[in-house]
T-cell receptor, first 114, second 113 residues
Framework: KAGVTQTPRYLIKTRGQQVTLSCSPISGHRSVSWYQQTPGQGLQFLFEYFSETQRNKGNFPGRFSGRQFSNSRSEMNVSTLELGDSALYLC?????????????FGAGTRLSVL | KQEVTQIPAALSVPEGENLVLNCSFTDSAIYNLQWFRQDPGKGLTSLLLIQSSQREQTSGRLNASLDKSSGRSTLYIAASQPGDSATYLCAVGFSGGYNKLIFGAGTRLAVHP
């Protein structure tokens, strides 16, 4: 069974640009969550999607947005990139529905903003 | 505010030692707690999941315990090996948060031969 797949693995952008990251969950999983990991702040929750609906959101500015498609694949978008957006972006999938299932993480997308 | 703290921040031990990593959380309305391992530059690997109704979980040389009343969890690693070298992260799911996890800063473990 394939794991969580994130593409691309690495990205280099400049300030002011926008970027889209993709996450394909484990087959059968309907919940996808996104996290930002930086050396200073650690792992921080961005948002969670379940059945194409955002059902939880972290404390990030509106420049960070996401969506989920009917096949459970998810994308997150960051507009007007800032230097501080440089981070490892991780997505996690789980069966969803009720709370409490194991979450499985992808290898991440490393974003560098110059 | 819901916070998760991990102690120690770093640990260096000789091969063969038994280890205890600590995690504490501030809100007793915990739904579950998950321990992860992260190798440098990589994603997270799930090690153990403990539901709030459970006291402990075991997998191979790993044992995790949960004490809701004191807001603590411990990860016990028996007979450590160099391959155990990684960062260990504790993540808590609080009631009503759906699948949102709040992470501790991690314990960076180095096991030397």
């Amino acid at each position: 069974k394939a794991g969580v797949t994130q593409t691309p693995r690495y990205l280099i952008k400049t300030r002011g640009q926008q970027v889209t990251l993709s996450c394909s969950p484990i087959s059968g999983h309907r919940s996808v969550s996104w996290y930002q990991q930086t050396p200073g702040q650690g792992l921080q929750f961005l948002f969670e999607y379940f059945s194409e609906t955002q059902r939880n959101k972290g404390n990030f500015p509106g420049r960070f947005s996401g969506r989920q498609f009917s096949n459970s694949r998810s994308e997150m978008n960051v507009s007007t990139l800032e230097l501080g957006d440089s981070a490892l972006y991780l997505c996690a999938s789980s069966l969803g529905g009720v709370q409490g299932n194991i979450q499985y993480f992808g290898a991440g997308t490393r974003l560098s903003v110059l | 505010k819901q916070e998760v703290t991990q102690i120690p921040a770093a640990l260096s031990v000789p091969e063969g030692e038994n280890l205890v990593l600590n995690c504490s959380f501030t809100d007793s309305a915990i739904y579950n707690l998950q321990w992860f391992r992260q190798d440098p530059g990589k994603g997270l690997t799930s090690l153990l999941l403990i539901q709030s109704s459970q006291r402990e979980q075991t997998s191979g040389r790993l044992n995790a315990s949960l004490d809701k009343s004191s807001g603590r969890s411990t990860l016990y690693i028996a007979a450590s090996q160099p391959g155990d070298s990684a960062t260990y992260l504790c993540a808590v799911g609080f009631s009503g948060g759906y699948n949102k996890l709040i992470f501790g800063a991690g314990t960076r473990l180095a096991v030397h031969p």
